[in-house]
């Protein structure tokens, strides 16, 4: 994984640890955002993947990463930002 100084800030002022942004690039769902980028988020499926991969109780004590999401260059793969969704705001599918 490779991010940029941005990203970096980013994930240590919300918290969000590298086993997130891993499991996001892993299992994660994705969407282009219209601006040459990818936004990986966790849907249903991805987390149902990930309680049978790592077990229901690691899934529940991570529950408050579900709504993580980050956002990667479409072209070099390189992690622009991350943060989470909050009063439920909805990724935008293109």
Same mark, same amino acid.
């Given at each position: 994984?490779?991010? %940029? +100084? $941005? &990203?970096? !800030?980013? &994930?240590?002022?919300? =918290?969000?640890?590298?086993?997130?942004?891993?499991?996001?690039?892993?299992?994660?769902?994705?969407?282009?955002?219209? $601006? =040459?980028?990818?936004?990986?988020?966790?849907? +249903?499926?991805?987390? +149902?993947?990930? &309680? =049978? %991969? !790592?077990?229901?109780? !690691?899934?529940?004590?991570?529950?408050?990463? +579900?709504?993580?999401?980050?956002?990667?260059?479409? %072209?070099?793969?390189?992690?622009?930002?991350?943060?989470?969704?909050?009063?439920?705001?909805?990724?935008?599918?293109?």
């Amino acid at each position: 994984m490779i991010y %940029t +100084k $941005h &990203a970096s !800030v980013r &994930a240590q002022q919300r =918290g969000i640890p590298p086993l997130i942004s891993e499991w996001l690039l892993e299992f994660g769902d994705s969407a282009y955002d219209g $601006h =040459g980028a990818i936004i990986r988020y966790f849907n +249903k499926k991805s987390l +149902k993947f990930i &309680a =049978g %991969t !790592v077990g229901k109780d !690691v899934l529940r004590r991570l529950s408050e990463f +579900k709504r993580c999401y980050l956002v990667q260059s479409a %072209t070099d793969g390189e992690i622009i930002s991350v943060g989470k969704r909050y009063n439920n705001q909805r990724i935008n599918r293109k």
